[in-house]
T-cell receptor, first 115, second 115 residues
């Protein structure tokens, strides 16, 4: 079985400050990890993914995420937040042992960046 | 290159009616996934289809829900005899290969409201 936890429902940061959105996961095999962003009344937009290799993954819009196997975490980060980053962020995991298609999503974290 | 298309974007049905949600995958993609997002919750996997085949329907309710992806035309998610609890946003995603590492790209969603 695979699962994802996003421990914070809300994250508030000031514009220009660094941001972190947390994600921890549980899988039986090796994890494939994804971050998506959702703007109001829109679908999910892919930000980045970790498959293998470098633990630090760089993605769209200046976001990056760090894979930490020992802590089973995949936190999303950005060095300098923008007001336009305000949105709902989802972490997702797939287990290499599981069916190829099935992704398990966290419940989402609402990021608010204040000017 | 058009993204994943879903229609209608909004659908209102009365209890007991049928709802049909359509999804056209990205060009070149032959794998389709349906997810449901209840208010204030994350996405829950429903079903994974390839052309003319259901690969994984472990997330589909046992009754009233069905999905298909015919050789020609869009994928259809069908909900018979809708109830108020079916009110949600239904998202379709597509990918080009059946791989755990492949990115799923999401459509804008269909927001179903059952009166």
């Amino acid at each position: 079985a695979q699962s994802v936890a996003q421990p914070e429902d809300q994250v508030n940061v000031a514009e220009g400050n660094p941001l972190t959105v947390k994600c921890t996961y549980s899988v039986s095999g090796n994890p494939y990890l994804f971050w998506y962003v959702q703007y109001p009344n829109r679908g999910l937009q892919f930000l980045l993914k970790y498959i293998t290799g470098d633990n630090l993954v760089k993605g769209s819009y200046g976001f990056e995420a760090e894979f930490n196997k020992s802590q089973t975490s995949f936190h999303l980060k950005k060095p300098s937040a923008l007001v336009s980053d305000s949105a709902l962020y989802f972490c997702a995991v797939r287990d290499t042992r599981a069916n190829a298609g099935k992704s398990t999503f966290g419940d989402g974290t609402t990021l608010t960046v204040k000017p | 290159n058009a993204g994943v298309m879903q229609n209608p974007r909004h659908l209102v049905r009365r209890r007991g009616q049928e709802a049909r949600l359509r999804c056209s995958p990205m060009k070149g993609h032959s794998h389709v996934y349906w997810y449901r997002q209840l208010p204030e919750e994350g996405l829950k996997f429903m079903v994974y289809l390839q052309k003319e085949n259901i690969i994984d329907e472990s997330g589909m309710p046992k009754e009233r829900f069905s999905a298909e992806f015919p050789k020609e035309g869009p994928s259809i998610l069908r909900i018979q005899q809708v109830v108020r609890g079916d009110s949600a946003a239904y998202f379709c995603a597509s990918s080009s290969v059946a791989s755990s590492t492949d990115t799923q790209y999401f459509g804008p969603g269909t927001r179903l409201t059952v009166l």
